[in-house]
């Protein structure tokens, strides 16, 4: 359905890029590292769900897309409101950020975003959806950063109200929309500061803000969101900036891209921003809504005046054909008029492993199936190491784990490939397409899922072998792990289910 669909775009700290996350990292997103991999190095696994009974299951609400983020003894999750239950409160198709405790699944603090109501008048094709809040949260130290419903960047107090309501921002029962009589509570959220994307730099986002942050040193880097108009005519802000950088103490602005990506973007901005480091030298990597990996220069310090990110290289991730036929332009897929030729625009996250960056183009899947490219970089130089069209529209960011490199495209194919080479071993059919949910690889195994609510175990390795599979009543989001327990998201709930050491079902 529409509003389902719209919120595909999702996705789902410094150094080289490795395999699994190392225990203990204080700033942690999905794979728990800046190069955006889907790669965890929990064990212990569960190869089959079916008849596994779960450890828990907490009602997130009708809309789940965010991928739960794993802090040591907690754990976040991001929907829409309609699960949200708290007095005072009257959901309203906005937002919803929990953080649970991850024995449990008990609510530790919890905080509502309503609805931005101008998103639905022109420009604005935003926040229509009943999405909610569609970033992953990330946690350095004390702080929980996301990207609201609303288009705005938020720094939450980790302890939520147990420790008091800490500032600058002391408002939350009004920005909540919650009247007198119900006084703020110990599992209420605290926001400490607020960062409007719509007033501070003219954007105007698109569908959803479905990026997620990434933090480099004390600068925190998010995509803007910024889209095409009410009408799918025109961009509304063709040169709002694309990417922007903030001070995560302050959420003051300290950059900005001077690209002016809007002036060629395709449709939106929904792509998250990684990092690597290549030779010594650390490069922010940012795909584009136009369908162009860019490599930008790292903040280093803030400055009296807003900086413009030096780019260090860009790479236009559509072959020339994709773009120009003839001499005559093609045609860019819309879901009045598909096509199955044409450009796209990076929505997934690119991944930095062993000094190439990995990116794939795609487009909503209301504008049909549709020729793609997964493309291999030289993260030094910005030239094309190799690439495929075998990988056909896709969403997902890739899995990158011994050597093997694992996506989804929107023609419900599972691929693998040699990373170096970019031979693809195999091709697997999920049945559906899968938009929703990138891969997830750990403990030898891949989980993959598609819009038909399957998920999908297979063995991580060149030669195919799947585990097991399961219907689950909703499409799913990217999974996630930790400590033997696979964290499965459903539209609905968040599942926590066991692995070898809690069962004696399954892998």
């Known amino acids: 359905m529409a509003s389902a669909l719209a919120a595909s775009f ?5 150094g080289e890029a490795q395999e699994s996350a190392p225990p203990g990292d204080l700033a942690c997103r999905w794979g728990g590292l800046p190069d955006s991999n889907m790669v965890s190095g929990a064990a212990d696994l569960p190869a089959d769900l079916n008849g596994l ?8 609400g009708t809309r789940q897309y965010s991928i739960p983020a794993i802090d040591g003894g907690r754990i976040y999750v991001a929907s829409n409101d309609a699960g949200f239950v708290r007095p005072g409160y009257k959901p309203a198709n906005g937002g919803a950020l929990r953080c649970l405790d991850r ?24 926040d229509q959806w009943s999405c909610g809040i569609c970033s992953c949260p990330l946690v350095d130290g004390e702080r929980v950063y996301v990207v609201g419903n609303r288009g705005e960047i938020m720094c939450c107090d980790r302890e939520g109200q147990r420790n008091g309501n ?26 400490i500061w607020i960062y409007n994307l719509i007033k501070e730099v003219d954007a105007v986002p698109h569908d959803v803000c ?13 995509c803007t969101s910024n889209g095409i108009d009410d009408r799918h005519d025109k961009v509304a802000r063709p040169d709002s900036p694309s990417l922007i950088v903030l001070d995560k103490r302050t959420g003051k602005l300290v950059a900005a891209d001077g690209e002016r990506i809007g002036r060629r973007m395709l449709h939106g901005h929904w792509s998250s921003p ?31 005046e807003v900086q413009t990110l ?54 909503s899947p209301l504008h049909g199936e549709g020729q793609g490219r997964l493309s291999c970089i030289d993260a030094a130089t910005g030239a094309e190491v190799w690439g495929s069209g075998l990988v056909d529209r896709s969403l997902a960011t890739p899995s990158i784990a011994g050597g093997l490199l694992y996506i989804a495209d929107g023609s419900g194919g599972l691929h693998c490939f040699d990373a170096e080479t970019g031979v693809r071993h195999w091709l697997h059919e999920l049945g559906a397409g899968a938009w929703t949910a990138s891969t997830f690889v750990a403990d030898g195994k891949v989980y993959a899922s598609s819009e038909a609510g399957v998920l999908w175990v297979l063995r991580a390795g060149s030669a195919k072998e799947v585990l097991s599979k399961i219907r689950f009543p909703t499409h799913l989001a990217t999974p996630n ?26 892998g």
């Open 53 to 60: 009974s779960p450890l828990w299951e907490v009602r997130a």
């Open 310 to 363: 030096k780019k260090a290289w860009s790479f236009d991730c559509n072959p020339p054909e994709y773009r120009m036929r003839r001499g005559v332009p093609v045609p860019y897929s819309r879901d009045s008029k598909k096509s199955p030729d044409g450009p796209s625009e990076i929505i997934g996250t690119p991944v930095c492993y062993k000094n190439r960056v990995y990116v794939a183009i795609g487009q």
């Open 274 to 304: 990684a990092a690597g480091t290549v030779g010594g030298r650390t490069l922010i990597f940012f795909g584009g809504g136009d369908g162009v990996l860019y490599a930008f220069e790292p903040v280093t310090a803030a400055a009296a």
């Open 10 to 14: 999702l996705a789902f700290l410094l």
């Open 103 to 126: 024995a449990s699944g008990a609510l530790i603090w919890h905080l509502a975003s309503p609805r931005y109501m101008e998103g639905l008048t022109p420009p604005y094709h935003f």
């Open 210 to 222: 479905g990026s997620t942050l990434l933090l480099a040193g004390d600068f925190l880097y998010a």
């Open 166 to 191: 800490d500032g600058p921002f002391t408002d939350e029962l009004a920005y909540m929309g919650i009247g007198d009589g119900f006084p703020l509570g110990p599992s209420d959220g605290d926001i």
């Open 481 to 506: 792990a930790a400590d033997g327990v696979l964290y499965v998201p459903t539209q609905k709930s968040l599942i926590a289910y066991p692995g070898n050491a809690g069962n004696t079902a399954g």
